[in-house]
C-alpha cells in the first residue's frame, strides 16, 4: 500500500516563498507520474503541478512562473518551490502519486496560507 508524506506548508506574506516535499513508499508499480493539487472550501479541486516519470512538468496556468515541481533526491519524491506568493494560493495542498496503472494514492495534505 502506498504511504505519503508531505511537509512544508505554513503561514507566509505575500510575494513570500514556502517549499513543499512528498515522498512515496510502498508502491508494488511504478511511478506513472505525482504533483500536488489545491482545495479550497467551495471550490474544485485544482491541479496545480505535475512530475511525469519521463521528467515532464505540467503546471496550471495560475502557478506557471511562479511555482516549480522538481524531483528531490530520495527516490519517489518531489518538491514544490512556491515563490511570489499570492493571497489566492491559500488552500490545503495535496501530494498524489500516480503508478503505471495510474491508480491513485493521495497525501494528508498540508496547509499553505499566505496573508499579511
Known amino acids: 500500500q502506498v504511504h505519503l508524506v508531505e511537509s512544508g506548508g505554513g503561514t507566509v506574506q505575500p510575494g513570500g516563498s514556502l517549499t513543499l516535499s512528498c515522498t512515496a513508499s510502498?508502491?508494488?508499480?511504478?511511478?506513472?507520474?505525482m504533483g500536488w493539487h489545491r482545495q479550497v472550501p467551495g471550490k474544485e479541486r485544482e491541479l496545480l503541478a505535475v512530475m511525469q516519470a519521463t521528467g515532464g512538468t505540467y503546471y496550471h496556468d495560475a502557478v506557471k512562473g511562479r511555482f516549480t515541481i522538481a524531483r528531490a533526491d530520495a527516490e519517489n519524491s518531489v518538491t514544490l518551490q512556491m515563490n511570489s506568493l499570492k493571497p489566492e494560493d491559500t488552500g490545503v495542498y495535496l501530494c498524489y502519486f500516480a503508478d503505471q496503472f495510474l491508480s491513485i494514492t493521495w497525501g494528508q495534505g498540508t496547509q499553505v496560507t499566505v496573508s499579511s
Open positions: 510502498g508502491s508494488t508499480y511504478p511511478l506513472n507520474n
